[in-house]
T-cell receptor, first 111, second 114 residues
Framework: GDSVTQMEGPVTLSEEAFLTINCTYT??????LFWYVQYPGEGLQLLLK?????DKGSNKGFEATYRKETTSFHLEKGSVQVSDSAVYFC??????????FGTGTSLTVIP | DAGVIQSPRHEVTEMGQEVTLRCKPI?????LFWYRQTMMRGLELLIY????????DSGMPEDRFSAKMPNASFSTLKIQPSEPRDSAVYFC????????????FGDGTRLSIL
C-alpha cells in the first residue's frame, strides 16, 4: 500500500544553516506529494506541494522536488531562521483523497 | 476566507463523561477527515467522509468513538464514555475532490480526560 517514510528527528541547527529533511514514498499510481508544517499549538499548514514527477514545490524559501526515480521528496532550505522551528510532515495524496503522513520531524533552530 | 473551524479548542473532562468535538469544514469541500495526534502514535486518521457519507472508519479505535456529518457544513466526533487514554489533540481537515488537492486543517481540539 501507499506509505511515506520520513527522516527521524529531532533536528537542531544554528541559524543560517542549510536544512534537509528526507522523505521517501511508496505508492501505486502517480500520487501528489506535500510538505506540511506544524507550529506549537497549531494545526498542520500546507507548506508546498508537487503533483507530478520533476515538479518542484517552493514556498517561504523551502523547496522540494518530486523525484520518481528515487521515490523521494526531500525538503530543503538554504538558510534557516529561528522562526522555522516547527514540526515538518511529509504527506502523500493517495486514492480517495486519503493522505498518508510521515511521522514528522521536529526542527529547532538556535540563534 | 474562513478556514476549517473546530470547537472547542480545549476540553478537560472526567473519565466516563461524553465528549463531543465539532468541525465546520471549508465551504465547498467534498471531503472531511478526523485525525488524532499523540506523542506516542503521531498523526492517525480516524475516519473520513465524502459528500457527508462515511467512507472509511477503520481508524476509529473503539465503539466508544462515533462520527457524524449531518450536512456539508458540520461534523461531530463523539467519545462516550471517555477514558484517560483518549487524551490527545484531535484535528479536522477538509479538501476538494481530487488527489492533487491539499487537505486544510483546523487548529485542533486539545482533549484531556482526567
Amino acid at each position: 500500500g501507499d506509505s511515506v517514510t520520513q527522516m527521524e528527528g529531532p533536528v537542531t541547527l544554528s541559524e543560517e544553516a542549510f536544512l534537509t529533511i528526507n522523505c521517501t514514498y511508496t505508492a501505486t499510481g502517480y500520487p501528489s506529494l506535500f510538505w506540511y508544517v506544524q507550529y506549537p499549538g497549531e494545526g498542520l499548514q500546507l507548506l508546498l506541494k508537487a503533483t507530478k514527477a520533476d515538479d518542484k514545490g517552493s514556498n517561504k524559501g523551502f523547496e522540494a522536488t518530486y523525484r520518481k526515480e528515487t521515490t523521494s521528496f526531500h525538503l530543503e532550505k538554504g538558510s534557516v531562521q529561528v522562526s522555522d522551528s516547527a514540526v515538518y510532515f511529509c504527506a502523500l495524496g493517495g486514492t480517495g483523497n486519503q493522505f498518508y503522513f510521515g511521522t514528522g520531524t521536529s526542527l529547532t533552530v538556535i540563534p | 476566507d474562513a478556514g476549517v473551524i473546530q470547537s472547542p479548542r480545549h476540553e478537560v473532562t472526567e473519565m466516563g463523561q461524553e465528549v463531543t468535538l465539532r468541525c465546520k469544514p471549508i465551504s465547498g469541500h467534498d471531503y472531511l477527515f478526523w485525525y488524532r495526534q499523540t506523542m506516542m502514535r503521531g498523526l492517525e486518521l480516524l475516519i473520513y467522509f465524502n459528500n457527508n457519507v462515511p467512507i472509511d472508519d477503520s481508524g476509529m479505535p473503539e465503539d466508544r468513538f462515533s462520527a457524524k456529518m449531518p450536512n456539508a457544513s458540520f461534523s461531530t466526533l463523539k467519545i462516550q464514555p471517555s477514558e484517560p487514554r483518549d487524551s490527545a489533540v484531535y484535528f479536522c481537515a477538509s479538501s476538494f475532490l481530487a488527489t492533487n488537492q491539499p487537505q486544510h486543517f483546523g487548529d485542533g481540539t486539545r482533549l484531556s480526560i482526567l
